[in-house]
């Protein structure tokens, strides 16, 4: 069980316990499909009859069958569709993240309605409650503040902090502790992300850096040519490849890229174990330039070209000079 399963269990448990759960729950800190998986849970477990989410009762039998009809989903179609999301959405077809009022009254109209089962649970799940505006937000406020008997809200945002201040307040917030480099590891490849580069972009993840899969392994490896022709001297190359380097579309991200793979150098020459790296599908290639180093100017240079990237300096003048 992960850390963050853990921690939601335990607050469950002490809510089972006390006999008391809260009307409204903001749950935030993880990936959006993870906290999906963990909400569908926790909604599951309330409607269990026997309120642990056993998995044979016949709430829990309906719901995986996914036709519980006391289980609301409300997400705008963006969300929907990036995250499967079996939800019916009327309306126009936009490419907006947004919430629609219709969506909205409908979704809780039919929350409204009695409940279908004998235990009496109702549960509406609410993807991205930062994507509610306006209108919207407010046709859903009211509700949050008078819930009705037996209803329960389970918001998810990793955004948690766009989420408006007056659906926030009416919420018990849990945020969840940090994933580990495994568990990212592991929801990049549910999510399809090829095997050998999920190790590497779970690593750039957990330290904040959001590289997209479909030309991680192409821009990386113009850097790690960059990084070649210094280790070999190669003046000509070297300039060669700073200048493709120098147009790539996130010059912010690049840099990271570079700095990233510099410290595995370092790391490599002075001994540090390969489950160190954070480029570890790249020992191999790294282990041989590692020994050109010690690395540490170009990591210098590397992150003394942080701020002056922000300032628009062009990456190409402040990498020109660059030695290892
Ligand atoms: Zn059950």
Known sequence: MSAQEDRLKQVVSGWQSRGQWPHALLLSGASAPFLLKLATHLAKTRLCLTGTGCGHCDSCRVFEAGNHLDFHLLASRVTAEELNLNIDIEGPTTTRRLIRKEQVSATLRQLSLRAQREQGWRVLLLVNPEELHGASAN????????????????????????????????????????????????????????????????????????????DFAGRRQLVVSWLAAMANNQDHQRLLNLDQISKDQAPDQILELALSLTLDLMRLQSGMPTTELTHRDLTHQLRELAQAGPWINLSQTLAAARPALKRNLRLSSLLMGATI
Do not use: M, W, Y
């Open 139 to 214: 046709a859903l406020l009211k509700s949050l503040e008078e819930p009705g008997e037996r209803v329960f809200f389970i918001l998810i945002s990793n955004q948690p902090r766009a989420v408006l201040e007056t659906i926030i307040s009416r919420c018990q917030q849990l945020t969840l502790p940090p994933p580990t480099r495994d568990e990212l590891t592991q929801t990049l490849i549910e999510e399809g992300c090829d095997p050998t580069l999920a190790q590497t972009l779970a690593e750039l993840q957990r330290r904040g850096l959001h590289f997209a899969e479909s």
